[in-house]
């Protein structure tokens, strides 16, 4: 019992991790290119597509600063 409730916590770190590793590259690339697409066009894009619909996919712009 304690070496399964060992196993999953190490598993669920080592997925977590992988979780971390992913989201901060992909923040290095948003950084360096600059762009980004805003939440209420996301927002609008995925709504559509839950309603079936197959709207373009939003465009990446610079930010503003």
Do not use: G
């Given at each position: 019992f304690i070496l399964d409730a060992t196993a999953?916590?190490?598993d669920a770190e080592e997925r977590f991790?992988?979780?971390r590793d992913i989201a901060e590259q992909?923040?290095?690339e948003i950084?360096?290119?600059g762009?980004?697409?805003a939440w209420s066009?996301?927002?609008t894009?995925?709504?559509e597509r839950l309603t079936g619909?197959?709207?373009a996919c939003p465009v990446p712009r610079r930010r503003l600063r």
């Open positions: 999953e916590r190490v991790d992988e979780y992909r923040y290095r950084v360096a290119s762009e980004t697409i066009e996301m927002r894009f995925l709504k619909k197959e709207p």
